[in-house]
T-cell receptor
């Protein structure tokens, strides 16, 4: 059965800290790994990773995929209170080529 | 562009009642999806559509029906609501099969409570 596991489940840090969120996956016919940020409403797209070892970067956020070890990490440097959200990881693949989501990591950044 | 919109935003139903959730997108996306999100369960796919007039079952389809009569709209129906269907429902759309590189765009969600 396809599954995506995220850790930690929740995390509390102070502004300025650096955090690393983890995502491991077991997805048949795996194609890509996606990260989303969910604040109060809809998940918003952050990154899609398809190739192993190539870092994707957007401002203070970066992510990388390891297709040999079947995991991805999302790094956030110099965290701000606006980074507080649930971060969702999803594997693209499976028998019907759809997204399989993890349960998310709840990040709280305190002033 | 409004992106992906959902109506209603909130709804309370009694057990056994029926209702329809509407999803609309103005991005000319071929693919549309309905998810439910429950605490500790993540987002789970209910049904999806790869084009106008087509629908398919996702991970948790029981108790739901869908229709895609127009490309821009994707309707989710609850035939006889049950308390287990209390959840937040998200609609999403994408340009084409995500295997070809397109991410999914999500609507703001509908919070449904079944008493």
């Amino acid at each position: 059965e396809d599954k995506v596991v995220q850790s930690p489940l929740s995390l509390v840090v102070h502004e300025g800290d650096t955090v690393t969120l983890n995502c491991s996956y077991e997805v048949t016919n795996f194609r890509s790994l996606l990260w989303y940020k969910q604040e109060k409403k809809a998940p918003t797209f952050l990154f899609m990773l398809t190739s192993s070892g190539i870092e994707k970067k957007s401002g203070r956020l970066s992510s990388i995929l390891d297709k040999k070890e079947l995991f991805s990490i999302l790094n956030i440097t110099a965290t701000q209170t606006g980074d507080s959200a649930i971060y969702l990881c999803a594997g693209l693949g499976g028998a019907t080529n759809k997204l399989i989501f993890g349960t998310g990591t709840l990040l709280a950044v305190q002033p | 562009n409004a992106g992906v919109t959902q109506t209603p935003k909130f709804r309370v139903l009694k057990t056994g009642q029926s209702m329809t959730l509407l999803c609309a997108q103005d991005m000319n996306h071929e693919y549309m999806y309905w998810y439910r999100q429950d605490p500790g369960m993540g987002l789970r796919l209910i049904h999806y559509s790869v084009g106008e007039g087509t629908t398919a079952k996702g991970e948790v389809p029981d108790g739901y029906n869908v229709s895609r009569l127009k490309k821009q709209n994707f309707l989710l129906g609850l035939e006889s609501a049950a308390p287990s269907q209390t959840s937040v429902y998200f609609c999403a759309s994408s340009f084409h099969n995500p295997g070809q590189g397109a991410e999914q765009y999500f609507g703001p969600g509908t919070r449904l409570t079944v008493t």
